[in-house]
């Protein structure tokens, strides 16, 4: 069984920083894209990262404009993870953020993604 599992959020002072950790089991995703998304309360889910398989654009990838410049993707292949770390937080980020895996290409569209985590919530306090 494929499982997704994020962890690292919790609650930040604005301009603080974070560091989301996703561990993916029951299969690795070396050739597809991995992600994230979040959802703020009330809102749809959002894209904010993607970042490609080996051999794929050698590693590249893609930042929502709103995570340009504060947030920062990468994964580990041999541990199968992905993490996003995310600076200079804002009340704005306030979400739950999802990771994602099994993007054929770099894309920030929800259906190319066929795996989800449960998410994990991230609050910033003003």
């Known amino acids: 069984q494929v499982q997704l599992a994020e962890s690292g959020g919790g609650l930040v002072q604005a301009g603080g920083s974070l560091r989301l950790s996703c561990a993916a089991s029951g299969r690795t995703f070396d050739n597809y894209s991995m992600g994230w998304f979040r959802q703020a309360p009330g809102k749809e889910h959002e894209f904010v990262a993607a970042i490609a398989g080996i051999g794929w654009s050698g590693g590249s990838t893609a930042y929502a404009d709103s995570a340009k410049g504060r947030f920062t993707i990468s994964r580990d292949f041999a541990k199968n993870t992905v993490s996003l770390q995310i600076d200079s937080l804002k009340p704005e980020d306030t979400a739950v953020y999802y990771c994602?895996?099994?993007?054929?290409?770099?894309?920030?569209?929800?259906?190319?993604?066929?795996?989800w985590g449960q998410g994990t919530q991230v609050t910033v306090s003003s």
């Open positions: 994602t895996a099994g993007g054929v290409v770099l894309t920030p569209i929800m259906d190319e993604y066929d795996y």
